[in-house]
């Protein structure tokens, strides 16, 4: 399979370096899995430490190390061994709140070439998309990673993600994100260079394999006859789009394959809050529009899904009406999008290295 990573599912994820042997102080409380781990904290270990105005900086546990900052030095030392979540002081007296930082923290930081989707909307990709712990999922584009890594932690050791990415430098950026995240190549997952329309099903040539496809690209419509060769019967199908015209478009082609249940469709809020005394308000400022989500379920193959007995709003399925030109891009037309259709940028090769190379870094920074 091309640009496959070799897998064993029975291979334990290898530990980070430095991880707590037996018998070598106190034992972990949770399997060290790259970052995600509890317990004391180890060398080899991403602390993030926030001072008294709430500035974080994340550092990685060294014999030796030391953090410097204009206020004075804080050796690593200090906290090799110490409870997750003590405060420590550097040679001046300034004290610092020491975690070991959560997977959202690790997801917004991820240096990334494409635009990676955020912890609120994989949250909700977790939970509609039902997966589930032993699934296989099929993911398409990888992009950078983030949701692979949440889609891996969620399946867990017995179940598979298959990514499929077509382009190869995101690939790279994406096979370092997670391996950097997982401290090793992770058991369960496969990542594949391709189109999901043409690589989706060379993967289930003896039929249906898939619990779950998750896509999240420009133009999820054209890769429904291919997610629906590989789903099982009941499976979840689940689009992550930006815009209104590529849900319309991605929703209509479900209808058209005839075998999904009816979409649906929703976008989601998170909307901080102040906390302080008395004066607990909404933040001023929100992220207002991330992208949509769009689910339906496969019927049992050969089932024609039951439709919905609606009418249908004048116009809204007139083909006329789609395809005139006043109407471009709402749901008609048979044109190639690009990422400017929907007001993305491209990514500069340069992006993609400078990307690279903060991974590589961040890892003993
Ligand atoms: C927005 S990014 C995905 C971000 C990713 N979910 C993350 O969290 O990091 C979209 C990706 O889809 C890829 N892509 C677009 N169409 C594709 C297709 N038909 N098959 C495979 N990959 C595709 C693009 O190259 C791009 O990397």
Not at 101 to 129: E, F
Request: hydrophobic content about 35%.
């Amino acid at each position: 399979m091309l640009g496959s990573m070799s897998q064993n599912p029975s291979e334990p994820v290898v530990p980070a370096p430095g991880g707590t042997g037996q018998g070598d102080g106190p034992a972990p409380r949770a399997p060290r899995r790259g970052l995600d781990r509890s317990g004391p904290l180890d060398l080899g270990d991403k602390v993030q430490l926030s001072d008294a105005k709430g500035r974080l900086h994340t550092i990685t546990l060294k014999p030796g190390g030391e953090f410097h900052t204009h206020r004075g030095v804080l050796r690593h030392d200090q906290l090799i061994g110490a409870e997750d979540g003590t405060t420590v002081t550097d040679n001046h007296g300034t004290p610092y709140q020491a975690l070991r930082p959560l997977y959202s923290d690790y997801m917004l930081s991820m240096p990334r070439g494409a635009a990676i989707i955020y912890p609120k909307d994989s949250a909700q990709i977790l939970m509609w998309g039902d997966i589930f712990p032993g699934a296989r999922v099929l993911e398409a584009g990888v992009g950078s990673g983030g949701l692979t890594t949440a889609l891996l932690r969620a399946v867990g050791p017995e179940g598979s993600v298959h990514s499929i990415e077509r382009r190869e430098d995101f690939a790279e950026v994406a096979r370092e994100n997670v391996e950097t995240y997982f401290g090793a190549t992770h058991p369960a997952w496969d990542l594949t260079i391709g189109d999901f329309q043409d690589v989706a099903p060379t993967l289930a040539p003896e039929g249906p394999a898939v619990d779950r496809v998750v896509l999240d690209m420009l133009a999820p419509w054209e890769c429904i006859d291919a997610a629906a060769e590989v789903l099982v019967s009941g499976g979840v199908f689940l689009a992550y789009v930006a815009t209104v015209t590529q849900l319309s478009r991605t929703a209509e082609a479900l209808r058209d394959h005839g075998e999904f249940t009816e979409p649906s469709a929703w976008e989601s809020f998170v909307r901080p809050w102040h906390l302080e005394g008395l004066a607990v308000r909404p933040e001023h400022r929100m992220n207002a529009h991330t992208g949509f989500l769009l689910t339906a379920r496969r019927t049992a193959h050969g089932t024609t899904a039951m439709t919905r007995v609606t009418r249908p709003a004048p116009g809204s399925r007139d083909e006329a009406e789609l395809t005139h030109p006043d109407n471009e891009g709402f749901g008609g037309g048979v044109e190639e999008w690009g990422p400017e259709d929907i007001g993305e940028r491209g990514v500069a090769p340069r992006k993609i290295k400078r990307a690279l190379r903060d991974i590589r870094q961040g890892r003993d920074r």
